[in-house]
């Protein structure tokens, strides 16, 4: 069974930062693709940040030269750091990861729980 787990969330002020990590566990052969997205209360789920197994990222225009997204393939981690926070970056943010379970042919997409980010003063 595989599981991705968020971290990180809370509260902080304007202007602030924090790093969200997503550790992916279980019985995982491989892994390729990960993002991370965030859901606003009332809104749709939208894509934040994508990383490729070899290191490419892709951003939302909205948070370019804020976040940034990385991967520890060891560790089978996903992290975004996020500074100069806004109110509008308040969210539940959730891990997205391709994943090859071991023996399987296919590949499938998981998601986390989430997490909460609120940024307010």
């Known amino acids: 069974q595989v599981q991705l787990v968020e971290s990180g969330g809370g509260l902080v002020q304007p202007g602030g930062s924090l790093r969200l990590s997503c550790a992916a566990s279980?019985?995982?052969?491989?892994?390729?693709?990960m993002d991370w997205y965030r859901q606003a209360q009332g809104k749709e789920r939208e894509l934040v940040a994508h990383?490729?197994?070899?290191?490419?990222?892709n951003y939302a225009d909205s948070v370019k030269g804020r976040f940034t997204i990385s991967r520890d393939n060891a560790k089978k981690t996903l992290y975004l750091q996020m500074n100069s926070l806004r109110p509008e970056d308040t969210a539940v943010y959730y891990c997205?990861?391709?994943?090859?379970?071991?023996?399987?042919?296919?590949?499938?997409?998981?998601w986390g729980k989430g997490t909460l980010v609120t940024v307010s003063s």
């Open positions: 990383i490729t197994s070899g290191g490419i990222t």
């Open positions: 279980g019985s995982i052969s491989s892994i390729n693709n």
């Open positions: 997205s990861a391709q994943i090859r379970e071991i023996r399987a042919t296919l590949w499938g997409t998981y």
